[in-house]
């Protein structure tokens, strides 16, 4: 999968449109995925993931001559790190305007929308539920718990490079997923 992504960049860097909806294709699930556990009750009242996933995406796209590959990791790290300083901002911006509760803009759970054909809505109702349910206690956690948590699962790093990131050796890393991962399911289990 490497050896393709690499290529893949290198065709999108040449402007080859197909190759760019591929790596969209391939990334921008668990890019959702990331931003709604990583955005926060904040910017999830205001927000909707998808938008700030596909303007990570765009952000990355453009700079994506510049880009000097250096494995799918690297990609995935500057993909993820663009999405997170997008978040930071939108959260300063919706805390720093206190918009009033008339104006939250309603999030329409995008995550959802394909099951909308196939689902009954009270079977969307109740997934909506779930979904919120885990955002919720996820928000609990602490930061380095969420982060653990979104580089192991959601991103899907190797312990190697979660270690690197957090700044800890890999065993300390493994425990402190473990720890976080147990804390996240007792947080479900007690709000379920």
């Not at 921008?28 to 990331?34: I, Q």
């Not at 718990?145 to 192991?152: P, Y």
């Not at 976080?180 to 007690?190: C, P, R, S």
Request: aromatic share 6%; hydrophobic share 40%.
């Amino acid at each position: 999968m490497a050896d393709d992504t690499s290529r893949l960049i290198e065709s999108a860097q040449r402007g080859d449109e197909l190759a760019l909806e591929t790596l969209l294709g391939r990334y921008l699930p668990g890019l959702r995925a990331f931003v709604r556990l990583r955005a926060g009750p904040t910017v999830r009242a205001h927000e909707s993931a998808s938008d700030i996933a596909q303007s990570a995406c765009r952000e990355v796209l453009q700079n994506l001559a510049s880009f000097k590959y250096g494995g799918e990791a690297g990609f995935k790290h500057w993909l993820y790190a663009t999405a997170l300083r997008k978040l930071q901002k939108r959260d300063e911006h919706w805390r720093a305007q206190k918009r009033e509760a008339a104006r939250v803009v309603a999030n329409d759970d995008a995550l959802l929308e394909l099951y909308r054909n196939v689902s009954s809505p009270s079977r969307r109702a109740m997934a909506k539920e779930e979904l919120e349910r885990i955002e919720r206690a996820f928000d609990e956690l602490g930061e380095e718990e969420r982060e653990v948590i979104t580089l192991a699962r959601i991103v899907g790093l190797p312990h190697k490079e979660i270690a690197e990131a957090l700044g800890k050796t890999e065993g300390a890393t493994r425990v402190l997923l473990h720890r976080a991962l147990a804390k996240l399911a007792e947080k479900l289990d007690l709000g379920g």
